[in-house]
T-cell receptor, first 114, second 108 residues
Framework: DGGITQSPKYLFRKEGQNVTLSCEQN?????MYWYRQDPGQGLRLIYYSQIVNDFQKGDIAEGYSVSREKKESFPLTVTSAQKNPTAFYLC?????????????FGPGTRLTVL | AQRVTQPEKLLSVFKGAPVELKCNYSYSGSPELFWYVQYSRQRLQLLLR??SRESIKGFTADLNKGETSFHLKKPFAQEEDSAMYYC??????????FGTGTSLTVIP
């Protein structure tokens, strides 16, 4: 599976600490997304970016921050303000333009707050 | 507002039986709809999209604009179909909306 890599696969954090999840892609896709996946709640959008140096909040952006300094990279920081950060985090990309395309997903990072 | 609803969280069928996973959507424009599948320990991947009108792994899905539905169907379920299935809608601004998912278990 190449294309989209997320690291680390598992991450443990103490309460009160910020942590950054990595997402890198070599698909040359313009748009990148961060989702949170919780049992019974599906995928909920945290942030997305359609172009370098620009991003928009999703439905559950509170307690999270992102940056998009390079097309290939879209790191997500989970801050101490996020009240329930333990979850599975998915990064996705989308090739803007060019017809009916789908999103492509990374393997995910499981974050556990101790 | 855009919304995707999957009413069944869990669905169990016997091997060889027909299976239908329901998906309803709410969208004011012309929808682009997708079914994604997540097998155990694998990443989320596209199963099929409505615009292609294709059959993948025996699954089909027809867009019914009158009923605002995009149900996923397979006439004969196989054990390897056991997975989590998500219905998704692409809205304006290249934002995607996902349902809460249906966990399908095919009983041998």
């Amino acid at each position: 599976d190449g294309g989209i890599t997320q690291s680390p696969k598992y991450l443990f954090r103490k309460e009160g600490q910020n942590v950054t999840l990595s997402c890198e892609q070599n698909l040359n896709h313009d748009a990148m997304y961060w989702y949170r996946q919780d049992p019974g709640q599906g995928l909920r959008l945290i942030y997305y970016s359609q172009i370098v140096n620009d991003f928009q909040k999703g439905d559950i952006a509170e307690g999270y921050s992102v940056s998009r300094e390079k097309k290939e990279s879209f790191p997500l920081t989970v801050t101490s303000a996020q009240k329930n950060p333990t979850a599975f985090y998915l990064c996705a990309t989308y090739p803007v333009g060019g017809g009916y395309n789908e999103q492509f997903f990374g393997p995910g990072t499981r974050l556990t707050v101790l | 507002a855009q919304r995707v609803t999957q009413p069944e969280k869990l669905l169990s069928v016997f091997k060889g039986a027909p299976v239908e996973l329901k998906c309803n959507y709410s969208y004011s424009g012309s929808p682009e709809l997708f079914w994604y599948v997540q097998y155990s320990r694998q990443r989320l991947q596209l199963l099929l999209r409505h615009i292609s009108r294709e059959s993948i792994k025996g699954f089909t899905a027809d867009l019914n604009k009158g009923e605002t539905s995009f149900h996923l169907k397979k006439p004969f379920a196989q054990e390897e179909d056991s997975a989590m299935y998500y219905c998704a809608l692409r809205g304006g601004g290249n934002q995607f909306y996902f349902g809460t998912g249906t966990s399908l278990t095919v009983i041998p």
